[in-house]
């Protein structure tokens, strides 16, 4: 069978499609026929390198996938030959003290399926069962492959750790991206009042039909300034911020007092300075977030199934084609996800 993979890290161009050995299935491991999947910038960081993760080479990405089952492992009780399904791709230990007390994304081991072990942007992939969600009859495979990582990560970051409630502000920075157009969605369905960041008037229209009531240019204007000229000067209740070093001042001068800075990525680089008088002085909180728990993915992908949020894919390219979808992510091009289909199921970019 073929995969995506790749045998050293580097630019996009290290990133081939071609024979990788068939997946072997072990007692808890359901075998998925993969119908499409989704790029993450989490690919990107993966493919470049992370401090502390050793990879065996030639190294599978993707950590987004949805697909059939084909045959599960002896101890598969929950699903069966047929069933349609989704990736959730952290994998928790179950033993350590974060586990029993029953927050998985905090495990000691946690590991996300194409980061740190093998991923799923193959032909076939053998997955473990407690990763797997049940996708139903009637939502189409781009949605079922693109949704989970994002919308899982959006929603725990808003909910979970934001806590957010009708009536505050949300700021969303780069709501055209995976997690910023689900947050936009996420936040305006919980009643919050949505700003929204995004480079592009076409941009600024599709965050604005996403949910978002006010949709700032960060390229020609310093949006903390809008930010504040448009609230009294009063400030936002919340940011999410996955830009990192880009904008992380302006995110901290954008809040309310008592305000909350939720953090679930670093796209422009992880370090960027701080005003430490600003959150002591106002009283702000800085919440990290990472992936979402078992229970979370549940609440949120129902309301992707059912309709209620939309995930907009930016391109469907061939799994041949991951190097080109790198490029999209990298140069911020188009607006949501980026699928990839393997070639063998491929048909001009069409869902089927
Ligand atoms: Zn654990």
């Not at 949805?66 to 492992?73: E, F, S, W, Y």
């Not at 502000?169 to 969605?185: C, D």
């Amino acid at each position: 069978m073929d995969a995506v993979q790749f045998a050293a890290h580097g630019d996009h161009e290290v990133v081939e499609y071609g024979p990788s050995p068939e997946p072997t299935l072990d007692p808890d491991d359901v075998l998925l026929d993969v119908r499409a999947g989704a790029l993450n910038h989490l690919d990107v960081w993966t493919r470049r390198g992370l401090p502390g993760i050793d990879l065996d080479f030639p190294h599978v990405p993707g950590s987004d996938a949805a697909g059939v089952v084909v045959a599960v492992g002896d101890a598969v009780e929950r699903f069966g030959p047929g069933d349609r399904v989704a990736v959730t791709a952290g994998r928790s230990c179950g033993t350590c003290e974060f586990c029993r007390d029953g927050e998985p994304t905090l495990c000691v081991n946690y590991e996300i399926l194409g980061e740190h072990c093998p991923g799923v942007h193959a032909e076939r992939t053998a997955v473990p069962a407690d990763a797997l969600v049940p996708v139903p009859e009637g939502v189409d495979w781009t949605t079922a492959g693109a949704a989970p990582l994002v919308f899982g990560t959006a929603w725990r970051m808003l909910h979970t750790r934001g806590e957010i409630d009708a009536g505050e502000t949300v700021l969303v920075l780069g709501a055209s991206g995976g997690v910023g157009h689900a947050a936009v969605q996420i936040a305006d369905h919980a009643g919050c009042e949505v700003i929204a960041t995004a480079s592009s008037d076409e941009k600024r229209a599709t965050a604005r039909r996403l949910g978002a009531d006010l949709a700032i240019d960060y390229e020609a204007e310093d949006f903390a300034d809008v930010v504040r000229a448009e609230t009294g000067q009063r400030g936002v209740d919340v940011v999410v911020d996955h830009v990192g070093a880009a904008t992380w001042r302006q995110s901290l001068r954008s809040l309310a007092n008592g305000g909350r800075l939720l953090t679930c990525g670093a796209t422009t680089g992880p370090t960027p300075e701080t005003n430490v008088n600003r959150i002591f002085g106002n009283q702000l909180s800085v919440h990290g977030s990472t992936m979402a728990g078992p229970g979370e993915f549940d609440d949120v992908l129902e309301l992707v199934w059912d309709g209620t949020f939309e995930v907009l894919i930016r391109a469907v390219l061939p799994m041949s084609e991951t190097a080109r979808g790198h490029e999209l992510l990298e140069d911020r091009e188009g607006f949501g996800k980026v699928v990839v289909v393997p070639d063998s199921e491929y048909e001009g970019g069409a869902d089927e």
